[in-house]
């Protein structure tokens, strides 16, 4: 049985493998080790990190694990992580970037 929107998820997921595929492999090798040192210093489970092994196309961020008080998140993408640190080094009165 198929969904609506299935042939969207299905094309959104290729284009995100097609990306994943184009990158060079020291992108690909920070953004791995980023999801295993995540696990080894218990921010994530062991869910995640499958997850961010198995499917690292589809992963720019991880829930962190609940021994952290806050629901938040963990940049395991190296490209979002340096556009993240770009937007806390241009101080807290610059609201033009997300909110992460």
Not at 1 to 30: A, I
Not at 36 to 53: E, K, M, P, T
Not at 69 to 84: G, M, N, T, W, Y
Request: glycine share 6%; proline share 7%.
């Amino acid at each position: 049985m198929t969904h609506p929107g299935d042939g969207e998820c299905r094309e959104q997921r290729n284009e995100f493998l097609r990306e994943w595929q184009s990158r060079p492999w020291r992108y690909k090798v920070r953004h791995r080790l980023n999801v295993v040192r995540a696990f080894v210093f218990r921010d994530i489970d062991q869910g995640s990190l499958l997850l961010g092994l198995l499917e690292p196309h589809a992963v720019k961020h991880l829930p962190l694990h609940r021994k952290h008080q806050k629901s938040e998140l963990l940049i395991v993408c190296p490209d979002l992580a340096r556009e993240v640190a770009r937007w806390k080094a241009d101080g807290p009165d610059d609201h033009s970037g997300p909110v992460v």
